[in-house]
């Protein structure tokens, strides 16, 4: 198709002026691709359509809380309350400044300035790391409160909340059985977006070390652009999870 | 639009307009979702009945929609990359209405 086209018109790419068919500027373009441009949508088309995958995965978890929310939504109420919102609001402020300074790494690259793109690279790790250990300090509250799921699970805080000076309504026993389903949702769709964080954090220190060597300071931005995409499709999750496992009802009744 | 075949889309390629998202911009970026954060975190204090979870959806949806635009640059990309993601985010709607329909009618003339 290409080549017939080519003969009849002469600014098709086949015939194009050799000076400008000088289009592979850089080790990294690919010749299968008309243009760097070219490469770089595609890459940029590949990268969201693995996060597609990544929305409906997450967007399971998303609808068994929905589903789960309306049917036991008093006892989903009382253990969202167990939550610590400092410590959620906290994270959450870390992790879309982790995504501010990702997001001026891409920038530090496309200006190919080396030393920059270091260290915003190293800023966004540390702040994803800072964002793992609070997770770690609420994991570990959770369990000391016996408010993981399973054999040890207690629900003697929601059967009976005066004991434990907390103002919520008491649950009946069966209700406040649920409240194992609520935290086996906070514990699956926070660990899931914990996991998708380590993994995460392991592709830093992969990128950080190659940016170091210059490998993404001379036009060749593509690795940092789709990390950045990555990377922030991670905080979006995170941007739902907060409001919907933290701030069910916190209103005063 | 050029008038002749050019199938490989060489003569006016859409994705050949590369922009550069400004730090400015990012900054802007960062401090309105700091500030969508806060306003979340005191929406959840003030009792508005069913529109609680409504308002604590609609600021996630405003700051999720803020990331992908600018910090995901889909603002500056190709129909074909906008097409996606919208796609992306309609297949999950899809998933949602058809799963949910299901769940609200199964038990429908048993009461």
């Known amino acids: ?253 | 639009m050029s008038e002749f075949h050019d199938p490989s889309n060489v003569v006016n390629p859409e994705h050949a307009d590369h922009h550069i998202v400004t730090p400015v911009t990012y900054a802007i970026v960062f401090v309105t979702l700091l500030v969508g954060t806060a306003i979340t975190v005191a929406a959840a204090y003030v009792d508005l009945g069913i529109f609680n979870p409504i308002v604590a959806l609609a600021i996630a949806c405003t700051k999720a929609v803020i990331v992908i635009l600018f910090f995901m640059h889909v603002k500056y990309q190709s129909r074909l990359v906008k097409l996606t993601v919208a796609s992306g985010f309609f297949t999950f709607l899809v998933l949602i209405t058809m799963t949910l329909s299901d769940y609200i009618s199964r038990a429908w003339g048993l009461w």
Do not use: C
């Open chain 1, 1 to 253: 198709m290409d080549n017939a086209t080519a003969t009849t018109h002469p600014h098709t790419h086949e015939t194009a002026v050799a000076a400008e068919h000088q289009h592979v500027a850089l080790p990294q373009h690919r010749h299968h691709f008309e243009t760097q441009e070219q490469q770089r949508e595609a890459g940029t088309f590949g990268m969201w359509l693995f996060l597609l995958t990544e929305i409906m995965f997450f967007g399971g978890l998303f609808f068994a809380y929905l589903l789960y929310r309306n049917w036991y939504y008093d006892a989903f109420v009382v253990s969202s309350n167990q939550l610590n919102i400092p410590l959620g609001a906290a994270n959450t402020a870390i992790l879309i400044t982790s995504g501010f300074f990702m997001a001026l790494g891409v920038w530090a690259a496309e200006v190919k300035k080396r030393g920059l793109l270091v260290i915003f690279l190293v800023l966004t790790t540390f702040f994803g790391v800072a964002f793992l250990g609070i997770k770690a300090v609420e994991y570990h509250e959770k369990w000391e409160k016996h408010h993981i799921p399973g054999a040890s699970f207690d629900v003697s805080q929601f059967v009976n909340p005066k004991a434990y000076g907390l103002k919520e309504q008491p649950l009946a026993p069966d209700m406040a059985q649920k409240t194992q389903v609520f935290f086996f949702l906070y514990f699956a769709m926070t660990g899931m977006h914990a996991l998708h964080m380590v993994i995460g954090v392991v592709l830093l220190f992969w990128l950080t070390w190659r940016a170091n060597r210059g490998e993404f300071s001379a036009g060749y931005v593509a690795p940092i652009e789709n990390f950045g995409l990555y990377w922030h499709f991670v905080d979006i999750v995170w941007l739902f999870l907060f409001p919907l496992l933290y701030l069910i009802n916190r209103h005063p009744v």
